[in-house]
């Protein structure tokens, strides 16, 4: 066995976006994350992380990602400390660079969810033990990397691929760019005008594509846009922050909803992909994300072997 989760290539580095690592290093994600999920599944215990410790602060919600990686660390042979951002400090006005510097004393790793990815940044400048991005308003790239892993174990391969992401231009869109240009994955983005991916994150991803042969491109059109897709992605209208506008952007999406007769033009052996939480009826129908072609469960049980993964290599 190659024990790929033991490589330590990786040990200490932060984990703040997909841009953070090569071709190579994605794929020593991948290949761990693989494995240990076979040696769960097979009963093999792997207490890498014996007494390690992740401290994990959460500024918005979450019921995969903080799980996920509570039950990994446990798994792995560490402990997790869940910190929600309203019971530490840093509500009160202490700095982001204070907290890093003390949860550095007392913690083998950090995992943040927050809204601005500066934050992340400035927690990952000042901590002296590695820093794991779990959402920002820009990007959500551990979602990508266990993603990538599902399509992988259901198609065999990712380069060539064409994945199509019908919503809005968000978080989870953009981690979704980078890493499809990164491995060699074509991805269209079917959004309405004003809803496109941020276009530095594009403009980056672009670059990036060039030199493995993916496709990106941005479309108003959900019917284009699917054909002929191996994977289709969707993802809520409303982000987290977003709750103010659920309403209008209601209005606005009502075209991008993920159904039937949308998928009728998918690849007959189209996978359904959606990160979860759902807003069933709105971005997609309950007999899409309940249908034969949706692996979003089997997506959602990913996140707890590439999170180890993720642990297991950065700490
Ligand atoms: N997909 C995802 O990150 O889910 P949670 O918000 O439940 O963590
Ligand atoms: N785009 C969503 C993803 C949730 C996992 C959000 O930011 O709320």
Excluded at 265 to 280: E, N
């Amino acid at each position: 066995m190659a024990h790929f989760y033991r490589d330590a290539r990786l040990k200490g580095r932060d984990f703040l976006t997909i841009s953070d690592f090569t071709r190579e290093e994605i794929r020593l994600f991948l290949d761990a994350a693989h494995e240990l999920k076979r040696e769960l599944k097979a009963g093999i215990p792997h207490p890498v992380l014996k007494g390690k410790t992740l401290g994990m602060i959460f500024h918005k919600p979450s019921t995969r990602t903080r799980v996920s990686f509570e039950v990994g660390m446990y798994q792995l042979g560490g402990y997790p400390l869940f910190l929600s951002a309203q019971d530490l400090q840093l509500r009160r006005g202490e700095t982001i660079g204070d907290t890093a510097r003390t949860l550095s004393r007392y913690l083998d790793g950090i995992m943040i969810r927050t809204f601005a990815q500066e934050d992340v940044e400035e927690l990952a400048h000042y901590a002296t033990v590695p820093v794991i991005n779990g959402l920002t308003d820009l990007v959500h790239p551990t979602q990508a990397l266990a993603d990538i892993m599902t399509v992988e174990e259901h198609k065999g391969r990712l380069a060539g691929l064409k994945l199509a992401f019908i919503g809005d231009g968000n978080n989870v869109a953009h981690s979704l760019l980078q890493v499809c240009a990164k491995v060699g994955m074509n991805m269209v983005i079917a959004c309405p005008p004003g809803y496109e991916p941020d276009s530095q994150i594009f403009r980056e991803a672009q670059a990036e594509a060039a030199e493995t042969g993916a496709r990106l491109e941005v479309t108003e059109d959900p019917v284009a846009a699917v054909e002929g897709a191996d994977v289709v992605y969707t993802d809520v209208w409303a982000s987290m922050g977003q709750e103010a506008e659920s309403e209008e952007r209601r209005k606005i999406f009502s075209r991008y909803q993920v159904n039937s007769e949308l998928l009728r033009c998918a690849a007959p052996d189209v996978i359904v992909m959606h990160c979860l939480p759902a807003h069933r009826g709105e971005e997609i129908t309950d007999e899409v994300i309940d249908g034969p072609h949706s692996v979003v469960f089997e997506e959602a049980e990913n996140r707890l072997h590439m999170h180890k993964a993720i642990m297991a290599l950065l700490i």
